[in-house]
């Protein structure tokens, strides 16, 4: 049984960084490949960066240059750094995971590629 745990989010004032970690267990292979997808009230779920199994890496435009998607593929653990955090960045954070032995060389922003998903982390920015 997969499951992610996301961690990290929190209040900050625009301008401000915060380190978003998801802990990912369950997997019984070493190819994966995983997201970070948020959702604003009223809006739907969006990708925000992702990272395929061959390490490439991807990020939406709006938050292009201010955040980045990184893993520990020996601790498991996936990362979204975010900096110059605006207040429409403000949203409820998800972790996605791809399934279990599924190589990919090209990130993944599709919502309907991921099997799994943590429960959310709630980023708030202030203006």
């Known amino acids: 049984q997969v499951q992610l745990m996301e961690s990290g989010g929190g209040s900050v004032q625009a301008g401000g960084s915060l380190r978003l970690s998801c802990a990912a267990s369950?997997?019984?292979?070493?190819?994966?490949?995983m997201a970070w997808f948020r959702q604003a009230p009223g809006k739907e779920r969006e990708g925000v960066a992702a990272?395929?199994?061959?390490?490439?890496?991807t990020v939406a435009d709006s938050v292009k240059g201010r955040f980045t998607i990184s893993r520990d593929n020996y601790e498991n653990t996936l990362y979204l750094q975010m900096n110059s955090l605006k207040p429409e960045d403000t949203a409820m954070y998800y972790c996605a995971g791809g399934p279990d032995g599924a190589w990919s060389r090209l990130p993944e922003l599709r919502r309907i590629a991921y099997n799994y998903w943590g429960q959310g982390t709630q980023v708030t920015v202030s203006s």
């Open positions: 990272i395929a199994v061959s390490g490439s890496t």
């Open positions: 369950g997997y019984t292979s070493g190819n994966y490949y």
